[in-house]
């Protein structure tokens, strides 16, 4: 609020009320401008009748049309002339081609041949009145000295036309030419006027108007700067009212938070029971190293797990950091997940009663611990026919261990492997990394005698050989 103030003061006013009041006042002296600009427009009106300007804009108005008359002529002038010059040249041309020929043929008239011109062979005796060369009949060429002068008098006729009409439209541009200067010479004079006389009747007429409006616009900007600045500071209150009320509830909620995190941590008999849950379910899976007597941790406000010996306290505690198999890190989560669903399904919590479990079996292999993979299905078969028969369980994994004949479970099991139609992955688009279309399997064929040899090496093989999606239980 002290900020807000401020800013009032540093602009001229004290408190909103005041800054209102300002802005009203600018926007009245706004208004009374406005006023007198209307005024000093309708004396300026009835006080001129006809400026200079009314008219000398009709006159330049004329030259430019006749400006672009003259242009358009000029255009077509010179469009005329460029094609009779091409028409003119044409005509010359075929005029020297056409002498260069019949000269040409005068003077081989008068030649004996022997030989022939191409080849140089002798030619063959013709019969008389035919060619020496090609053996065809002469033909008279007297016919032919009167076409050719009908045509050189017919050349020279077209010609000296030609050249008529190209001087006519020479003349005539230049007619335009110096018509369209003195047009020009005009507008520029028109043109000049025009602007003297605006000049004249601005600086006149307008200058009292222009300040006017110059000063108006400056009120109205200042009110409007003035009204924004009205508007912040109410925006900003409301902001800190807004941002109270928040940490009023922020402190409120933290309190409640607090009071209820005392609360859980201070019944500790889910905890407990939550502990012997985990132990129960590790042991019946035969987790190797995790006995019933081992003791539970549960520490707030994480609550994650960590087992040591009963016998020896100072021994190394197991937890989700610690464990170093990864095999063993799995069934020691998936046991902690399922000591949950059945410590809510015993007190009745608002935990979703599905249970899905993604490849528990991952690292550690069906034939060499066999006991392991069998002890971890079995413990989930028990629990669903007891506990968890109202929860949904899901099994992800790469190999399927069927429940045992007596236990009356509805099971639907899917194998997933790529590229098969008769057992389809859950992706159906997805496809085996290799460019060229192989398997991993194929890429290498040796893997699964790899892994026989070297068990340590299980669950690599087991990855090689198996599908990237197991069969699913549910």
């Known amino acids: 609020m002290v900020s807000t103030v401020r800013v009032l003061t540093e602009v001229g006013v004290e408190s909103e009320e005041a800054l209102r009041k300002k802005v009203d006042s600018l926007r009245g002296r706004a208004d009374d401008l406005q ?98 060369v090609c053996g065809q009949i002469d033909v008279d ?25 190209i001087a006519r439209h020479q003349n005539s541009l230049a007619d335009l030419g110096r018509t369209r200067e003195l047009l020009a010479a005009q507008k520029a004079k028109i ?32 009110a409007t700067s003035l009204a924004a600045l009205s508007r912040l500071s109410q925006m900003v209150e409301a902001q800190k009212e807004s941002i109270a009320g928040i940490e009023t509830r922020e402190r409120l909620l933290r309190d409640d938070l607090k009071a209820a995190r005392e609360a859980a941590e201070s019944n500790a008999s889910n905890v407990e029971k939550l502990k012997e849950l985990y132990i129960d379910c ?11 007597d ?27 950091a610690t464990i170093s198999s990864g095999g063993k890190k799995n069934l020691f989560k998936s046991c902690f997940a399922i000591a949950l669903h059945r410590l809510a399904e015993a007190e009745k919590a608002p935990l979703p009663s599905l249970l899905i479990i993604d490849s528990a079996m991952k690292n550690i292999s069906e034939r060499e611990n066999r006991r392991q ?22 099994l992800i994994d790469k190999e399927y261990s ?13 194998h997933m492997k790529l590229e098969d139609p008769v057992s389809p992955p859950l992706i159906p688009y997805l496809r085996n990394d290799a460019e060229d279309g192989v398997s991993p399997t194929q890429a290498f064929p040796d ?4 892994a026989e040899d070297r068990p340590l090496s299980d669950a690599r093989a087991e990855s090689r050989e198996s599908s990237p999606n197991g069969p699913t239980a549910t």
């Not at 006149?204 to 200042?222: N, T």
């Open 35 to 132: 006023e007198e600009i209307e005024d000093a427009r309708s004396r300026a009106q009835n006080q001129l009748t006809r400026h200079a300007l009314d008219e000398l804009r009709p006159e330049a108005r004329r030259l430019d049309e006749e400006l672009g008359r003259i242009d358009a002529a000029m255009a077509d002038l010179r469009a005329s002339h460029d094609r009779d010059t091409r028409h003119l040249n044409e005509i010359e041309t075929l005029s020297l081609k056409f002498k260069r020929s019949a000269s040409a043929r005068a003077v081989l008239s008068g030649v004996a041949f022997t030989a022939c011109p191409r080849c140089a062979q002798s030619l063959p005796p013709r019969e008389a009145g035919c060619c020496d």
């Open 141 to 165: 060429a007297a016919p032919y000295s009167v076409e050719q002068v009908v045509i050189e008098r017919d050349v020279k006729a077209r010609v000296v036309e030609l050249k008529d009409i």
């Open 191 to 222: 043109e000049a006027e025009r602007n003297e006389a605006s000049r004249r009747f601005d600086s006149a007429l307008l200058s009292a108007i222009l300040g006017k409006e110059r000063e108006r616009a400056a009120l109205l900007q200042e």
């Open 282 to 292: 590790l042991t019946r899976a035969g987790v190797p190293g995790i006995s019933a």
């Open 294 to 320: 081992d003791v539970v941790e549960l520490s707030p406000p994480s609550f994650f797990p960590s087992i040591r010996p009963k016998t020896d306290p100072e021994s190394q505690v197991t937890s989700f």
């Open 373 to 394: 993979f069998e002890g971890f299905y079995r413990m989930l078969y028990e629990l669903k026919l007891e506990e968890l028969s109202l929860t949904q369980i899901v």
């Open 402 to 414: 069927a429940p045992p004949a007596k236990f009356d479970l509805e099971v639907n099991e899917r």
């Open 447 to 450: 893997a699964a005698e790899v």
